[in-house]
Every structure is written in structure tokens, then in C-alpha cells.
């Protein structure tokens, strides 16, 4: 299969622990993408990466969560001090620069962490 | 700043009739246009999208949909449902943003679709 994967697939932690997703984007492809997805609602994004920096972050994004890739392959995300409330799907996306306005880019999803804190 | 609407929350359609499931969006500039599916417990799978050209972009499955500037609209369209279809549709647009580089698509909240048999 040479599609975005995530580890793990579902997550479920007390309130209060750290926890850290991981994401395998489709290999070279150099920009990948983290959304959440609360339920009913669509996928919001979080962060972004271009190779190994880290070019945007939404105001969604709070202190309490980091985002790295490294090497700029795989890609972690990592929640720390857990609350109710970061209950939800974390999906990744990865897409491949294609030009200079990027425009005929196309993001291809995995198939999602589901989190869930007690 | 972009966005994009999905007046429904559900479209019920008979298998074997078409169907449409309805996105309308506001951008500044040039609109890049996605549509996505997700089934149960999974992620988005792309469907189409519009960047330039025919109004008319045929995609995955069967499906395709009308680009109409007029009417701020990209429709999402099947001629012929099949029960198999049944799952939740969502349209985005690319953030062009306040400055260039900026490629995060944001999402409609999603229509679910269900085909009877």
C-alpha cells in the first residue's frame, strides 16, 4: 500500500497524559498536512510542513501541541496534557509541490488517528 | 478569506436516480475546488477537483461535477446512484491566504448521502 498511513488508529488516554500520533506521508512527497475532524463537523486544519520546516500553524494549534518532521519523511504530532475537549480524529495529508503556484496540487489523506480522552 | 457552504445535512436518493450534492463557495481570487469522500471511520478520499477549464471535471467513481462562476457553485453530480455511494461528501477550497504559499484547503462541514435501495 503506498498511501498516507497514521499510527496509531485509535488512541484512547486519561486526561492529563501526553500522547504522540505518527504519520507516513506517500514517499516523496514533500508537503504534508494535519487536520482535526470533530464529529459533524469537516476536517480543520492544524499545521503544515514543506520537507522538514514547519511553514504555517492554525490558531487551533495551542501550546499544548507540537508538530515535527524531522527528515522531512514521516511526520509526529504530539498532544501533550491531554483535555476532553482534543477529543477527535487527527487526519494527515501529504501532497508533491507541482510548479510554482502549486495549484494542480492535490492532498491525499490517511486513514485518521481517533483520539479519545476520559 | 475563502470558504465554502454545504447547504445540506443529507441527501436521500433512490438507487438508479441521479444525484446532486450541492457546494457553494466564496474566494478571492481564482477558486481551486476539491470534493472528497469519507466512509465510516476513514479518511478523505479524493474525489475530483477544479483548478482551470471544462466547468464540466469528471472524477472517481462515476462521479463529477459543474463548475458555475456565475452562481459561486461546484455541485457535486452522479447520474446513476448506487447504494455503494452511501457516505458522507465534503467540498473544499485551497486557502489561497494573505500571502502566497499558503496550501491548506479549508472544508465544508459535509453532506451525508444515502442511497435506498
Known amino acids: 500500500d503506498t498511501g498516507v498511513s497514521q499510527n496509531p488508529r485509535h488512541k484512547i488516554t486519561k486526561r492529563g497524559q501526553n500522547v504522540t500520533f505518527r504519520c507516513d506521508p506517500i514517499?516523496?512527497?514533500?508537503?504534508l498536512y494535519w487536520y482535526r475532524q470533530t464529529l459533524g463537523q469537516g476536517p480543520e486544519f492544524l499545521t503544515y510542513?514543506?520537507?522538514?520546516?514547519?511553514?504555517?500553524k492554525s490558531r487551533l494549534l495551542s501550546d499544548r501541541f507540537s508538530a515535527e518532521r524531522p527528515k522531512g519523511s514521516f511526520s509526529t504530532l504530539e498532544i501533550q496534557r491531554t483535555e476532553q475537549g482534543d477529543s477527535a480524529m487527527y487526519l494527515c495529508?501529504?501532497?508533491?509541490?507541482?510548479?510554482?503556484?502549486?495549484?494542480?496540487?492535490?492532498?491525499?489523506f490517511g486513514p485518521g488517528t481517533r483520539l479519545l480522552v476520559l | 478569506a475563502q470558504s465554502v457552504a454545504q447547504p445540506e445535512d443529507q441527501v436521500n436518493v433512490a438507487e438508479g436516480n441521479p444525484l446532486t450534492v450541492k457546494c457553494t463557495y466564496s474566494?478571492?481570487?481564482?477558486?481551486?475546488l476539491f470534493w472528497y469522500v469519507q466512509y465510516p471511520n476513514r479518511g478523505l478520499q479524493f474525489l475530483l477537483k477544479?483548478?482551470?477549464?471544462?466547468?464540466l471535471v469528471k472524477g472517481s467513481y462515476g462521479f463529477e461535477a459543474e463548475f458555475n462562476k456565475s452562481q459561486t457553485s461546484f455541485h457535486l453530480k452522479k447520474p446513476s446512484a448506487l447504494v455503494s455511494d452511501s457516505a458522507l461528501y465534503f467540498c473544499?477550497?485551497?486557502?489561497?491566504?494573505?500571502?502566497?504559499?499558503?496550501?491548506?484547503?479549508?472544508f465544508g462541514t459535509g453532506t451525508r448521502l444515502k442511497v435506498l435501495a
Open positions: 495529508a501529504s501532497s508533491f509541490r507541482q510548479g510554482i503556484s502549486g495549484r494542480w496540487e492535490t492532498q491525499y
Open positions: 514517499s516523496e512527497h514533500n508537503r
Open positions: 510542513f514543506q520537507n522538514e520546516a514547519q511553514l504555517e
Open positions: 474566494v478571492s481570487g481564482n477558486p481551486y
Open positions: 477544479y483548478i482551470t477549464g471544462d466547468n
Open positions: 473544499a477550497v485551497r486557502d489561497m491566504g494573505a500571502t502566497s504559499g499558503t496550501y491548506k484547503y479549508i
